[in-house]
């Protein structure tokens, strides 16, 4: 999570997500220098959200998307546990409209008693 908080990360994984690209080509997509690039792609590969290959004195990155899988199964706990408690709460308030159509409130119907009484 760490390494997804800097947004400049989460712009460098878009790029590299469709497409393997050089750190040289990563760098242009940003008003920051090559050391900057290369430190937030360090980060990135160190939390195993990107894989390098190196040709000669070139490295290309590409997005892991498996690498966000611990992330993402973190994250459908606090969904599914949502998504629990929206239910509950639904069902709960079916369950107290149901038995109010079932036996009318008492302040329900005065009218009526009211108006054949002459």
């Not at 990107?50 to 611990?70: C, I, M, N, Q």
């Amino acid at each position: 999570m760490q390494a997804l908080a800097q947004p400049r990360r989460r712009e460098i994984l878009e790029l590299v997500r469709a497409r393997e690209m050089s750190a040289g080509d990563i760098a242009t997509h940003f008003d920051l220098t090559r050391p900057a690039i290369s430190q937030h792609l360090k980060v990135l590969r160190d939390s195993r959200l990107v894989t390098e290959r190196r040709d000669g004195t070139r490295r290309f990155y590409r997005a892991r998307p498996e690498g966000l899988s611990d992330l993402r199964k973190f994250l459908e706990l606090f969904w599914d546990y949502r998504l629990g408690m929206l239910k509950d709460a639904a069902e709960s308030d079916q369950t107290r409209r149901a038995g109010r159509g079932a036996s009318p409130e008492p302040s329900e119907g005065k009218g009526d008693s009211d108006s054949d009484v002459s």
